[in-house]
């Protein structure tokens, strides 16, 4: 059954909240360190048994699949999931964030759900939903939302509230220009860790190059940014497939900036035709790829419906690395996926168990065995790739 709504198209993801924080170390806290002894049984059971955990459904509150298809996805990532099994948040919860840790500590809760119920429940995220809607109040009552847009505004809730940064330093006002890229990238880096510094970043952040070059005196500037997940634009080939790397290739395609999108170069001192472009500079351990289904026309809006084929192993991206790079192989672990129309719709998730390796989908309640054969649609909307080891990590 579809639910019936309008698509809320993706706004600019929030900015992260100035929080005030130091570096100063936490008082300790005694108890709250220990594994929880039940779920350290469930684990070890887990292990031996051949009942798998990890496959019990959520249920729909009323058009909350947009939410369910990003929790089950989260549930199946591996190191996030061990973070909240072996309650591993709990010596980082940061009690001066803006919502203190109530939703860090809901997350856990419903992911240590979903990991010690049996297979065959139901897991209701009521309590969840609460804390979120406060941290986010689009989310609150039950219209239909983005998938991409919820995951930015959790992923940047959770990350508030286990930040290991609790008095955040002055920004600096000292320029990086004069300094090689390689070596402005890694002070821009540490700047950005001196203020925001979490598990939850650990695994998703990433660094992005643009380079914008002027081509009146060929002058090229060069910025550094964290960035969480990357949304990718569809070409529209006659055929109507198209691979992902079509899609990362139109991402960091040079792209002329004239007219009235002219930018000031800080050599001419004037507006100037330039070309910008887009490579990455770091590597996140969790790569979420953004498909960018949907678009607002004049009249209304429209979704592209393209069949992007993917890589289930073994996506390479080195040729998008903005210097030289060892590694960048990647394998998909989860989908987030729209079915549907712009007017009515539906969220799913398919999900590689990080125990057994079996692929499954997840639709709201019911959680049924696939084939990875099937894990390739139309419907892709939100993919969640793991860097295969050995690291490229800076």
């Known amino acids: 059954m579809r639910d019936s709504y309008t698509v809320t198209l993706p706004e600019e993801p929030p900015a992260l909240p100035d929080l005030h924080k130091d570096l100063r170390p936490r008082a300790s806290m005694p108890g709250s ?60 919860l940061n009690n001066n964030s803006r919502m203190r840790t109530a939703l860090m500590s809901e997350f856990a809760k419903l992911i240590q759900l979903l990991w010690t119920s049996s297979p065959n429940d139901c897991v209701s995220p009521s309590e969840f939903k609460t804390q979120i809607q406060r941290y ?24 508030s509230e286990v930040n290991r940064v609790l008095v955040r330093p002055r920004a600096s006002t000292d320029t990086l220009d004069h300094l090689p890229d390689d070596e402005k990238s890694r002070q821009m880096w540490r700047r950005y860790q001196e203020r925001e510094d979490s598990r939850i ?65 800080c050599r001419c001192k004037a507006r100037t035709r330039c070309t910008k472009k887009f490579s990455i500079q770091k590597f996140p351990k969790i790569l979420v790829l953004h ?52 007017m009515g719709g539906h969220y799913t998730a398919y999900c590689k168990s990080p125990v057994s390796s079996e692929w499954h989908s997840f639709n709201d309640s019911r959680v049924t065995p696939m084939s990875s054969s099937h894990v390739r649609s139309s419907d892709a909307y939100l993919l969640f790739y793991e860097l295969a080891s050995p690291s490229s990590r800076m």
């Open 136 to 159: 986010a109040p689009r989310f609150v009552g039950y219209n239909q939302q983005d998938a991409q847009e919820f995951l930015r505004f959790l992923l940047d809730g959770l990350h």
């Open 33 to 92: 360190l220990l594994v929880s002894t039940f779920v350290g049984l469930v684990l070890n059971k887990t292990k031996s048994s051949k009942a798998v955990q990890g496959l019990t459904g959520l249920r729909n509150l009323g058009n909350t699949c947009f939410m369910n298809s990003i929790l089950q996805c989260l549930s199946n990532t591996k190191e996030l999931r061990d973070y909240c099994l072996q309650n591993q948040y709990l010596r980082d």
């Open 201 to 265: 970043g650990d695994l998703f952040v990433g660094q992005l190059k643009s380079s914008l070059t002027c081509s009146e005196c060929g002058y090229c500037s060069t910025a550094f940014d964290p960035f969480w997940d990357l949304s990718l634009p569809i070409p529209k080939k006659g055929y109507g497939e198209v691979t992902l790397m079509d899609c990362l290739r139109l991402f960091t395609k040079e792209d002329v900036l004239d007219g009235d999108e002219k930018p000031t170069c």
């Open 291 to 342: 498909l960018k289904r949907f678009s607002e026309a004049r009249i209304r809006t429209s979704k592209l419906t393209t069949f992007v084929n993917f890589q289930l192993k073994d996506l390479d991206l080195r040729e998008f690395a903005s210097q030289s790079c060892n590694h960048a192989v990647y394998n998909l672990y989860a989908v987030s996926n729209h079915s549907g129309t712009t």
